[in-house]
């Protein structure tokens, strides 16, 4: 027998896992197209205009008859598809756990993100109600999905390789966003050598990024595979099981703490990403292009700047890093609060800075967070992490857009994020890094 064409069981197990990993790629590829293309640049500025165009003459309208400023309106509904998809979160991994079959649950969650994505291309006139709806289905199911797909990581990679290919995706992530944006750069600068007006080149922005996202969702929807969880493993309901996991967290309260400074300054960071459109747009008077520009900025400095931080740690820790970081974020908004008006040059800075702390804040923060969980309950802690992550970011939107509507200045809302930074950097500075992975009981790094 010619023993050079047999293959091993280990082979072909090696070979069955690099194909699903392969196909898990693609999910981030096809879905970070509507964080960066639809939430980061168009739907901002966009939805605002339209509601302007509803708004009375006090600038306000009238949702369910309360009344909301209309440079709110976006970042209110923000907060409430957060609130939504909390709500929702533990049922659909409990639905996950309980059966083993979590590709049918990521199918419904991405084509329904999908398909409200899509459904933005009929945003127009004075629809605002309807941008609104379709904002927060399209932000829920995008949370949701992103749960199941964040869950497979363990199943399709072993400890040795889950860094390598964690990356891969979130690399994958970003070149499709960047890809995406200078298609829509193209279109949006040259909307009338295409024959169309600027309103119907954001709109089919907006609705190509559902497209996308459908689209290369059947890549990860054929490789992925479900596996049937233990009997022991699906024992609770969605409320119950995070309850239980919070409860065997209070076990490990330092790290209980570590994961509330997180919570506190990634709230802030996520409300940048979100709002810095129409900050761009609507208080320094900037064309669309120019944020075009300044995210594809952003996205490209967010992968330089999480190698630098990343070589910083191994030099000073991810503790330090991360603080030095928050320190960076707070300066780059403080800057943010005295640009001039008018002054793309000024705006594109500011990008560069945040670009360079983006990617590398939030990677370092999962990575100290993975060495305080104990042994053997990675996929149920991190499970708890995305709830709450989710679960507290609707206060920077609410905080921004409440301080907007009361001041009336974008500059008073942007600069009032600087508190989650501090607060954050506060409570981060207080962990005792060592002792957290000790108890955890983890081997404790040489540097952390």
Request: hydrophobic share 50%; aromatic share 14%.
């Given at each position: 027998m010619d023993t050079d064409t047999v293959r091993s069981p280990a082979a072909?197990?090696?070979?069955?896992?690099?194909?699903?990993?392969?196909?898990?790629?693609?999910?981030?590829?096809?879905?970070?197209?509507?964080?960066?293309?639809?939430?980061?640049?168009?739907?901002?500025?966009?939805?605002?205009?339209?509601a302007e165009a509803a708004a009375d003459a006090d600038g306000f309208v009238h949702p369910l008859g309360i009344p909301v400023r209309a440079g709110s309106f976006f970042a209110y509904a923000v907060s409430l598809s957060v609130l939504v998809a909390v709500l929702v979160m533990p049922l659909v991994g409990a639905a996950a756990d309980r059966t083993g079959r979590k590709k049918p649950l990521l199918a419904a969650a991405a084509y329904t993100g999908?398909?409200?994505?899509?459904?933005?291309?009929?945003?127009?006139?004075?629809?605002?109600?309807?941008?609104?709806?379709?904002?927060?289905?399209?932000?829920?199911?995008?949370?949701?999905?992103?749960?199941?797909?964040?869950?497979?990581?363990?199943?399709?990679?072993?400890?040795?390789?889950?860094?390598?290919?964690?990356?891969?995706?979130?690399?994958?992530?970003?070149?499709?966003?960047?890809?995406?944006?200078?298609?829509?750069?193209?279109l949006y600068t040259g909307h009338d050598s295409f024959g169309v007006s600027e309103s119907m080149a954001v709109r089919i922005c907006l609705a190509s990024a559902g497209l996308w996202w459908g689209a290369f969702a059947l890549i990860p929807l054929r490789r992925l595979r479900d596996r049937r969880a233990p009997a022991r493993e699906a024992s609770l309901p969605g409320f119950r099981q995070l309850a239980a996991t919070v409860r065997d967290m209070r076990r490990h309260p330092l790290t209980l703490a570590f994961l509330l400074a997180y919570l506190i300054y990634n709230d802030g960071i996520q409300t940048v990403i979100s709002q810095a459109s129409v900050y761009g747009s609507q208080e320094l008077g900037l064309g669309q292009a120019t944020l075009i520009v300044a995210?594809?900025?952003?996205?490209?400095?967010?992968?330089?700047?999480?190698?630098?931080?990343?070589?910083?740690?191994?030099?000073?820790?991810?503790?330090?890093?991360?603080?030095?970081?928050?320190?960076?974020?707070?300066?780059?908004?403080?800057?943010?609060?005295?640009?001039?008006?008018?002054?793309?040059?000024?705006?594109?800075?500011?990008?560069?800075?945040?670009?360079?702390?983006?990617?590398?804040?939030?990677?370092?923060?999962?990575?100290?967070?993975?060495?305080?969980?104990?042994?053997?309950?990675?996929?149920?802690?991190?499970?708890?992490?995305?709830?709450?992550?989710?679960?507290?970011?609707?206060?920077?939107?609410?905080?921004?857009?409440?301080?907007y509507q009361l001041t009336g200045s974008y500059r008073d809302a942007i600069v009032s994020l600087v508190g989650f930074f501090v607060l954050g950097f506060v409570l981060l500075a207080r962990v005792p890094v060592r002792r957290a992975i000790a108890d955890a009981g983890n081997p404790v790094p040489k540097r952390i």
């Open positions: 072909d197990e090696g070979a069955a896992r690099r194909r699903e990993q392969r196909g898990w790629y693609f999910y981030d590829w096809a879905c970070s197209v509507y964080s960066t293309s639809v939430v980061t640049v168009f739907l901002g500025p966009y939805l605002t205009s339209v999908a398909a409200a994505t899509a459904g933005m291309f009929f945003l127009d006139g004075d629809r605002y109600l309807l941008g609104g709806l379709l904002l927060v289905v399209a932000n829920a199911a995008q949370s949701v999905a992103m749960m199941l797909y964040n869950s497979y990581l363990p199943q399709i990679a072993p400890p040795e390789e889950r860094d390598a290919v964690s990356s891969r995706g979130w690399a994958f992530g970003y070149a499709a966003g960047a890809l995406v944006l200078v298609a829509n750069l193209v995210v594809l900025l952003v996205q490209v400095l967010a992968v330089a700047g999480a190698l630098l931080l990343g070589r910083l740690a191994r030099q000073y820790g991810a503790k330090r890093t991360i603080l030095g970081s928050l320190v960076a974020w707070t300066l780059t908004l403080a800057a943010g609060y005295f640009l001039p008006a008018g002054a793309p040059g000024w705006f594109f800075v500011l990008a560069a800075g945040i670009g360079l702390v983006l990617g590398g804040s939030q990677a370092l923060s999962r990575s100290l967070f993975s060495h305080l969980v104990p042994p053997g309950k990675e996929a149920e802690y991190f499970s708890a992490y995305e709830i709450s992550d989710r679960g507290l970011s609707w206060l920077g939107p609410l905080l921004f857009g409440l301080t």
